[in-house]
């Protein structure tokens, strides 16, 4: 029987506290641990957690007199995890039914699969969307090497836009990342660099709920730090394990161009709505990380903004 660890970083989310690490519990797995890190709540987080860890064995608590930060907590579930597999979920969001019985058959059987990952959902308010109970359907997986995972990640940015957490990644490649370095995107620089490691293990089902707050990432300096963040994942990965990797040159100028074509889309989209302020400043950051599209707009990334801004609407 596989075993798991999964971290919960948490900071004044106590009133979502239970429902997440419910969503871990009702897993059907036996041998399985949880460790809540609480950085300094100011809410009645850290007494939710005690009463959790109080009620179920399998639940821990390590509570910091201050806050650390996202990457501090992260790196020390690292240096903690020491089970076969290891899955971390933000104290907010919730795993569905059934995935840790979908994906670590998958793992087991393909010894060479360092990370798995699915489809997650987005949603707003205090309810979130869980099914009615029913068993989940089958997944349908697709496993491809890393190489070529991150290849398409530097043309797509598919998950940089989306959401990487609720990765399921094996401890063992864990360990030989050591540290992560960029806290505005620990989840996707952990699952690029991991992927250099060995395969992945794809699949359209469920593997974990998100939960959206307010519209902050809208905001122009929002933006334009996500981008950022982006840019440095990939600066770190190309400083260190993709450095061998064929092409990482061209590879890096890739993934360059694809933070340059989100952010040129951002800005066209609000120039169409009058935002021209807002535009101009986007723009600007577009063209300074990619400066052929000041003549050449990246058509070729259209037809996916479309898909993300369809994928959002359905969300709300």
Known sequence: MPTMDVGIPNY?????????VSSVLRQEMSD????????????????????????DSRVHVIAHRSNLGLLQSMNEL??????????????D?????????????????NPDVVLAHG?????????????????????????????????RECATLHQGRLNSNF???????????????????????????????????????PHGYWRRHGVTMNDTMALIERMVSLLRVYETFFDREGRSMPQA???HKTARRSVAAIAYWAAVARLLSGNFAESANIFRFAFEVSNSLAWIPPLDFLPQRVKDRFRRIRAT
């Not at 399985?32 to 009620?55: C, F």
């Not at 979908?102 to 793992?107: A, D, H, S, T």
């Not at 707003?124 to 697709?142: L, Q």
């Open 12 to 20: 004044n989310y106590g009133r979502y506290l239970r429902q997440c």
């Open 32 to 55: 399985l641990r949880i460790i809540i890190i609480d950085n300094a709540s100011t809410d009645d987080s850290l007494k939710i957690a005690n009463e959790l860890a109080a009620a």
């Open 78 to 91: 690292i240096d903690w995890a020491s089970s076969k597999y290891f899955l971390w979920v933000c104290a």
């Open 93 to 109: 969001d919730l795993i569905p039914q059934g995935w840790l019985s979908q994906v670590l058959p998958v793992m087991e059987k």
């Open 119 to 151: 489809r997650t959902i987005h949603f707003a308010g205090e309810t979130p969307p869980f099914s009615d109970g029913s068993p989940p359907p089958s997944a349908r997986w697709k496993i491809m090497p890393g190489g070529q995972f991150i290849s």
């Open 167 to 205: 990765n399921i990644v094996r401890t063992s490649a864990l360990k030989q990342l050591g540290r992560v370095y960029i806290e505005k995107r620990v989840d996707y620089e952990m699952m690029i660099r991991i992927a250099s490691l060995g395969a992945v293990a794809q699949t359209g089902m």
């Open 249 to 251: 040159e061209r590879l």
